[in-house]
């Protein structure tokens, strides 16, 4: 078996103990976002550390994605323009849901495989705080297996997998990483990002799915690279403009 064939083994096998483990979960998640977009809510999402932010990336402004999702991009947490220790500072995850106005009532998915830094840990708490539902997407088999005494940790040793109202486990390793290769100390080929795109995207299909047997037509970006995605689009532009801060 050549590198390319473990990958997708390992890859694939991650994917099979989300469908197998996680199906509860999901439909549960499912059910309180479709309630929220029959309230014409947002739905905020927040990758929160890392490259945890393509979570958030994957469901945003995407051909097939939900118009209603609002994410939350502060400065300093992505991977693009982060500092290592922003996503360790103790209150700036207040901060950041005051600016995009998570509120009682609404929806926050927190999307971070491991589960343990600060921003991460603050968020969670910080919107239950609110009157938020908590959906978090993570590792809990990473976050229960990293020792409580690494720079990383929240100081309350807390694990996003125990503050989520609705917990979907990704079942990445801790690591991460996932193929090893002789010779080398260290695992390569990172497997976080696969998995949180994955649940995010069959958790999204089935709230569509739930609208649409509700006879509500789902509020679902076109391609704007195929006939007519201008025009399809176009009244969702209208509608969530001012509200999802980063649609322009």
Same mark, same amino acid.
């Given at each position: 078996m050549n590198l390319a064939q473990e990958y997708y083994q390992i890859v694939s096998g991650i994917f099979?103990?989300? !469908?197998? #483990?996680?199906?509860? $979960?999901?439909?549960? &998640? &499912?059910?309180?976002?479709?309630? #929220?977009? =029959?309230? %014409?809510r947002l739905i905020h999402v927040f990758g929160t550390g890392g490259h945890s932010v393509m979570g958030a990336m994957?469901?945003?402004y995407r051909a097939g994605g939900l118009a209603c999702? $609002?994410? !939350?991009?502060? *400065?300093?947490?992505?991977?693009?323009?982060?500092? *290592? $220790?922003?996503?360790?500072?103790?209150?700036? &995850?207040?901060?950041i849901l005051d600016f995009y106005g998570v509120k009682e009532g609404d929806i926050l998915i927190i999307v971070n495989v491991n589960g343990i830094n600060a921003v991460?840990? %603050?968020?969670?708490?910080?919107?239950?705080?609110r009157g938020a539902t908590?959906?978090?997407?993570?590792?809990?088999?990473?976050? #229960?297996?990293v020792p409580p005494d690494i720079p990383a940790r929240h100081p309350s040793n807390k694990n996003l997998c125990d503050l989520g109202d609705i917990v979907i486990d990704t079942h990445v390793p801790v690591g991460d990483a996932v193929l090893q290769i002789e010779g080398l100390e260290l695992k390569v080929a990172s497997s976080s990002t696969l998995a949180n795109c994955f649940v995010l995207n069959i958790l999204m299909a089935r709230v569509a799915e739930k609208l649409s047997e509700q006879g509500i037509k789902p509020?679902?970006?076109?391609?704007?690279?195929? *006939?007519?995605?201008?025009?399809?689009? =176009?009244?969702? !532009?209208?509608?969530y403009k001012g509200r999802v801060f980063h649609l322009y």
């Amino acid at each position: 078996m050549n590198l390319a064939q473990e990958y997708y083994q390992i890859v694939s096998g991650i994917f099979e103990k989300i !469908l197998q #483990k996680e199906v509860v $979960n999901i439909e549960e &998640a &499912a059910e309180v976002i479709t309630q #929220k977009i =029959r309230e %014409d809510r947002l739905i905020h999402v927040f990758g929160t550390g890392g490259h945890s932010v393509m979570g958030a990336m994957e469901v945003f402004y995407r051909a097939g994605g939900l118009a209603c999702i $609002n994410p !939350l991009f502060p *400065p300093g947490v992505s991977v693009i323009d982060s500092h *290592p $220790n922003t996503e360790r500072i103790i209150g700036y &995850a207040e901060k950041i849901l005051d600016f995009y106005g998570v509120k009682e009532g609404d929806i926050l998915i927190i999307v971070n495989v491991n589960g343990i830094n600060a921003v991460t840990i %603050d968020s969670a708490l910080e919107g239950k705080k609110r009157g938020a539902t908590i959906i978090a997407v993570t590792s809990s088999n990473f976050s #229960k297996n990293v020792p409580p005494d690494i720079p990383a940790r929240h100081p309350s040793n807390k694990n996003l997998c125990d503050l989520g109202d609705i917990v979907i486990d990704t079942h990445v390793p801790v690591g991460d990483a996932v193929l090893q290769i002789e010779g080398l100390e260290l695992k390569v080929a990172s497997s976080s990002t696969l998995a949180n795109c994955f649940v995010l995207n069959i958790l999204m299909a089935r709230v569509a799915e739930k609208l649409s047997e509700q006879g509500i037509k789902p509020p679902v970006w076109k391609s704007l690279n195929i *006939p007519g995605g201008d025009e399809e689009n =176009r009244a969702y !532009l209208e509608k969530y403009k001012g509200r999802v801060f980063h649609l322009y």
